[in-house]
């Protein structure tokens, strides 16, 4: 008699909680599903052909406007004041122009994924633009091509190129390092004086950087102060019409 008592008043309770319960999973199940949804990318990305991707090139204002990056597609329509029709960097919009990324080619062949002959640091640079696109804007897919095959899988290509750019980050690391080592000059640049470098420490002298490292004419050389007994060293280039023991200079 008793026991029948406690299990009915066990079995109330627990039809009186599971109610709630329920609805309190089920809507946790429900909201982690759709959260993860909307988080994810797809599993399976959209695959392009050369010749779909350049249909959202931006002439179509109705389409979104898509780009390629060593394969890679994103959806770039929130900058379409730089990649829209017209825009400074509307060569980019409806194909992979890769190569663009570090030669600034934006004419005739110029515009190609090919990577070929390119610096192991100019290839980390193409990575690193393909990085920005990830945080920047949305993946969308994959380009079928020289990067991805008809089954989305990464070519050889894709895998050289990264495996590339992985050393070329290796290099630029190692070369900061070195550069470290030597403190860089100040600059400055004002319009009554014009540009100027000098050094609290030394004497500034422009320094060669290695090719591998020299990605763009800007980034070839480096400004840096060497103490006196240090100007002997090769490869040290005094500013042109600077004193050799001027500890600033006049460009
Ligand atoms: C190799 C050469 C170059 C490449 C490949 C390149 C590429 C790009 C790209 C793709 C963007 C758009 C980024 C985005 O989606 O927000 C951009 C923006 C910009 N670029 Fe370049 N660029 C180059 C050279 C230059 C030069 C020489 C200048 C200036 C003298 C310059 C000035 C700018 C400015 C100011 C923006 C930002 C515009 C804005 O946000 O409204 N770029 N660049
Ligand atoms: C761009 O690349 C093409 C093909 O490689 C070349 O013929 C052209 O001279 C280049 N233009 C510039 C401005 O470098
Ligand atoms: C390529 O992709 C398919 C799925 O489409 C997969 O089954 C296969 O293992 C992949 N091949 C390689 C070499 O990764």
Not at 47 to 61: I, W
Not at 72 to 84: A, E, L, N
Not at 91 to 105: C, E, K, L, T
Not at 216 to 245: I, N, P, W
């Amino acid at each position: 008699m008793i026991k029948l008592k406690t299990k009915e008043n066990q079995g109330m309770r627990w039809s009186a909680l599971s109610l709630p319960l329920s609805v309190l999973l089920l809507s946790f199940l429900l909201f982690k599903f759709f959260h993860l949804k909307s988080q994810s990318p797809p599993s399976t990305p959209r695959l392009f052909t050369p010749e779909e991707l350049a249909l959202y090139n931006g002439s179509d204002p109705n389409l979104p406007i898509l780009l390629g990056i060593i394969g890679s597609v994103f959806d770039v329509t929130k900058g379409k004041s730089h990649y829209g029709a017209g825009g400074g960097y509307n060569h980019f919009a409806g194909r992979d122009a890769s190569r663009a990324f570090v030669s600034g080619n934006f004419t005739g062949d110029g515009l190609t994924d090919s990577l070929r002959d390119l610096s192991s640091t100019e290839v980390k640079s193409i990575v690193d633009w393909r990085d920005f696109y990830f945080r920047t804007y949305t993946f969308v897919g994959k380009l079928v091509g020289r990067y991805y095959d008809s089954d989305g899988n990464s070519t050889k290509y894709l895998k050289g190129a990264e495996a590339k750019a992985a050393r070329g980050a290796q290099l630029l690391e190692k070369q900061k390092n070195e550069e470290a080592k030597i403190p860089s000059c100040n600059s400055r640049w004002s319009q009554d004086e014009g540009s100027e470098v000098w050094c609290d420490d030394g004497y500034p002298r422009l320094v060669q950087r290695p090719v591998e490292i020299a990605i763009t004419g800007k980034m070839s050389k480096r400004c840096a102060c060497f103490k006196k007994d240090e100007l002997d060293q090769q490869g040290l280039e005094v500013y042109e019409g600077c004193d050799y023991f001027a500890s600033k200079c006049k460009l």
